[in-house]
């Protein structure tokens, strides 16, 4: 592993394969190439551990919306997104793949069908040590019921999320240096530009910067671009890559979440995993998830939203839970803190009730948090596999409901050069034009309705839900998911790249990010991530064999 800043200064460097980017997707296709021998680069922007130096690069104007700081949203150093990834996967569904018209919304079809990527996913969940690839609860948890909350035509209970360690690819990149001698990484090397041939389309060189104006130059048979949804996009604007049908940056995705409502189950003891993560058979933490029944989502027009059993409301003492109130009164440091857990949609803990009250619930629940503690230190610092996050049991039953929601496609929610900002190194910062509009609310708010009509056929318990004037003033954004902003297709005028992550306008120029995706499911995007990328992999194993033999 090399510091770019080592290098001397118009560094001259070449490879057959460059990849910019040390995340899951860049991380992956190097490690699939690999075996194959073939010369690769990654080229990384920031360092091994990363800093405040590296992050700030990540500036954007994104002030007149409700979504988190770009620097806090995201982190550039070694191992890139998989350095803040919590683990939890899921497959995109059927319907995610589908050509979609409603009234309110509309989507394209992804030019690689699921039954397509299934390889890949298989081969994606033994790269995030996912054991194996089984997504019901039936098949996960020996026991358990095939559907969590009983007979229902609305809603699917039977699957569940699985958690990844989770991956830390910088730790991966650092074990298969030692096995591969034909990859090489380099840090501290920011790529600013591709210098693509105004006649031919191919990328001659990538030009970029260790320190500002100390420049270096590298060219590469085949290059790799996987920045993250939102980089990969300020790249390819500020190189001017050619665009004829102006899709760059535009179609941006997020994944709304918010968790809402009030929940009763029926039978508080009858509530399983729905709440509680527990080990699957192979020793993966696994947690139930509800769904809207496919049928119900393709008939009714809905976008696509998982569901979970979440916690009462921390910030309110009325619940008597010392655990709660202590999650509350850290949580209200940390939105102190200035970090991620004090932007976005974690503003909402910013608001304390009653701290005497938290208070008061902690000093009389002191053997309990003592007990949790222990079992926290456990889980979630000694395990191997450590545990994704907090949950908690109600003794009465009393829950809200979490969702992770779809946003619609629109190529006004977008992302352009900005005229008045630069970072350190000269690059144009990005100016970010989202929201989560008033018809995708409007649909989020019908699907929950339809999840409370649900829940009470089942006679497994009551469902509350917001109502719509609460649904569309609420605070749904989560800038840590970017898709959509370099969507594939099937052709230019409404894709940047094509279905095997070639950007149109150019023959050796390769996308390998969430960006890609042209619709944005429910279901966190490493997976499908990793998965796509070890297909361009093969791809671009297979070409490189093509040319070996001419």
Do not use: C
Not at 6 to 24: C, E, F, N, Q, Y
Not at 60 to 69: K, L, N, T, W, Y
Not at 407 to 435: C, I, K, N
């Amino acid at each position: 592993m090399t510091d770019a800043r080592d290098l001397p200064a118009g560094a001259r460097l070449s490879a057959t394969v460059l990849i910019v980017g040390t995340g899951p997707a860049g991380a992956t296709v190097a490690r699939e190439l690999a075996p194959t021998g073939v010369d690769i680069l990654m080229l990384e922007g920031g360092d091994v551990r990363g800093s405040s130096a590296a992050d700030d690069t990540l500036k954007g104007d994104a002030r007149s919306q409700a979504v988190e700081p770009l620097e806090k949203a995201r982190t550039k150093r070694l191992g890139g997104a998989s350095m803040q990834w919590g683990g939890r996967t899921y497959p995109f569904d059927q319907l995610d793949f589908e050509e979609r018209h409603h009234d309110d919304f509309s989507t394209e079809a992804w030019p690689v069908t699921r039954d397509q990527l299934m390889p890949f996913y298989r081969r994606a969940a033994q790269a995030l040590d996912l054991r194996s690839f089984e997504w019901t609860g039936a098949q996960a948890i020996p026991g358990d019921p095939e559907d969590l909350i009983g007979p229902s035509t609305t809603i699917n209970s039977k699957a569940v999320w699985r958690w990844s360690p989770p991956i830390r690819f910088a730790d991966a990149l650092s074990k298969d240096l030692s096995s591969y001698p034909n990859i090489r990484v380099i840090h501290h090397a920011n790529v600013t530009h591709l210098v693509q041939n105004p006649e031919t389309g191919v990328i001659d060189r990538v030009e970029g910067q260790t320190d500002p104006g100390r420049h270096f130059a590298a060219r590469a048979d085949h290059v790799v671009v996987a920045a993250g949804g939102l980089e990969t996009a300020r790249i390819l604007l500020n190189s001017g890559i050619r665009d004829d049908h102006d899709q760059i940056g535009r179609h941006y995705m997020i994944h709304p979440i918010a968790e809402v409502g009030e929940l009763r189950v029926r039978n508080p003891k009858a509530v399983g995993h729905a709440v509680k993560l527990t080990k699957s058979h192979d020793g993966v933490w696994v947690r139930r998830l509800l769904q809207l029944d496919e049928n119900v989502r393709r008939d009714q027009g809905l976008l696509n939203m998982g569901f979970a059993v979440w916690y009462q409301d921390p910030r309110t003492p009325d619940h008597g839970d010392p655990l709660l109130s202590s999650f509350a009164l850290v949580r209200k440091l940390l939105t102190m803190t200035g970090g991620f857990k004090g932007t976005g949609m974690h503003r909402r803990y910013a608001r304390l009730e009653d701290p005497r009250g938290h208070i008061r619930n902690v000093l009389q629940g002191l053997p309990a948090i003592g007990a949790f503690g222990a079992r926290w230190v456990r889980d979630r610092i000694l395990d191997s596999r450590t545990l994704p996050m907090f949950s908690r049991y109600s003794k009465q039953g009393v829950y809200r409901i979490r969702f992770d929601a779809e946003q619609s496609p629109d190529p006004e929610q977008r992302v352009v050069l900005s005229t008045t900002e630069q970072d350190a190194f000269g690059m144009p910062r990005l100016d970010v034009r989202h929201r989560v509009s008033d018809a995708d609310r409007r649909n989020y708010h019908r699907s929950l309705e339809l999840l409370a009509a649900g829940i009470r056929e089942s006679g497994w318990g009551t469902y509350t839900p917001p109502t719509l004037d609460e649904m569309l003033s609420m605070i749904l954004v989560d800038a840590t998911h970017q898709m959509g902003l370099v969507r594939m297709g099937a052709d230019s005028t409404r894709s940047v790249v094509d279905p095997n992550l070639r950007v149109w306008s150019s023959p050796n120029l390769y996308l390998a990010t969430t960006g890609t995706f042209p619709t944005a499911g429910m279901a966190g995007p490493t997976l499908t991530d990793v998965a796509l990328s070890i297909r361009l992999a093969d791809h671009l194993a297979h070409k490189l064999h093509q040319e070996e033999g001419r």
